[in-house]
């Protein structure tokens, strides 16, 4: 935990081999946070725990943002990996990368299943207007879908309480359905 701290202030103050020695001692950790996040995503998708840490991790080090503690780089990598999985989704919808087509496995075959990649961009667009209106809800949602955090680590993160973050999270959840039902997304 020190140790981390320290890196995070060698990079803060420019030193080039610091951010070397971050990942070491986060990796493992970034890892368990893309692995729960892509058990929500299809079937069959090709990204990988590994290859998402990976893109995350060279889109913080590349931005040369400085971070004030492991909750503060723990919340900007939650936030690479979700724009990772939207910019993903996005590109998939692309009519160049096969648009309209689904794939099917015939023998897992489910005809009521929600279309994954239009819920994610559905989120996404729900979670701006959020953003917009509760900076500190959409956080909590962030850190809690896309970083797989709980709520006692996510309001640790953001330096609130346990209560604030739950009363967030329960405020979060009920905006974020009714906008999505108005949309009409994850219904076919």
Same mark, same amino acid.
């Given at each position: 935990?020190?140790?981390?701290?320290?890196?995070?202030?060698?990079?803060?103050?420019?030193?080039?081999?610091?951010?070397?020695?971050?990942?070491?001692?986060?990796?493992?950790?970034?890892?368990?946070?893309?692995?729960?996040?892509?058990?929500?995503?299809?079937?069959?998708?090709?990204?990988?725990?590994?290859?998402?840490?990976?893109?995350?991790? *060279?889109? $913080?080090? %590349?931005?040369?943002?400085?971070?004030?503690?492991?909750?503060?780089?723990?919340? &900007?990598?939650? !936030? /690479?990996?979700?724009?990772?999985?939207?910019?993903?989704?996005?590109?998939?919808?692309?009519?160049?990368?096969?648009?309209?087509?689904?794939? *099917?496995? $015939?023998? %897992?075959?489910?005809?009521?299943?929600?279309?994954?990649?239009?819920?994610?961009? &559905?989120?996404? !667009? /729900?979670?701006?207007?959020?953003?917009?209106?509760?900076?500190?809800?959409?956080?909590?949602?962030?850190?809690?879908?896309?970083?797989?955090?709980?709520?006692?680590?996510?309001?640790?993160?953001?330096?609130?309480?346990?209560?604030?973050?739950?009363?967030?999270?329960?405020? /979060?959840?009920?905006?974020?359905?009714?906008?999505?039902?108005?949309?009409?997304?994850?219904?076919?």
């Amino acid at each position: 935990m020190a140790e981390l701290a320290r890196i995070l202030s060698l990079i803060e103050q420019g030193d080039p081999q610091a951010s070397e020695k971050l990942l070491p001692l986060v990796y493992q950790e970034l890892r368990q946070l893309a692995a729960r996040r892509l058990t929500h995503e299809p079937a069959g998708q090709t990204l990988q725990p590994t290859a998402l840490v990976h893109e995350a991790y *060279l889109r $913080l080090v %590349d931005e040369g943002q400085c971070w004030n503690s492991r909750g503060h780089f723990f919340s &900007a990598a939650a !936030e /690479a990996m979700r724009r990772i999985l939207v910019e993903k989704a996005r590109r998939k919808q692309r009519l160049r990368h096969g648009g309209g087509r689904k794939r *099917l496995d $015939l023998d %897992d075959l489910d005809l009521t299943g929600p279309a994954v990649d239009e819920d994610l961009l &559905a989120l996404d !667009e /729900a979670l701006v207007h959020l953003e917009a209106e509760e900076p500190t809800a959409a956080q909590v949602v962030k850190l809690r879908f896309f970083a797989g955090l709980g709520v006692e680590e996510a309001a640790r993160t953001l330096g609130i309480s346990v209560r604030t973050a739950n009363r967030h999270w329960t405020f /979060a959840r009920a905006w974020l359905f009714q906008q999505l039902r108005q949309t009409g997304a994850g219904e076919e």
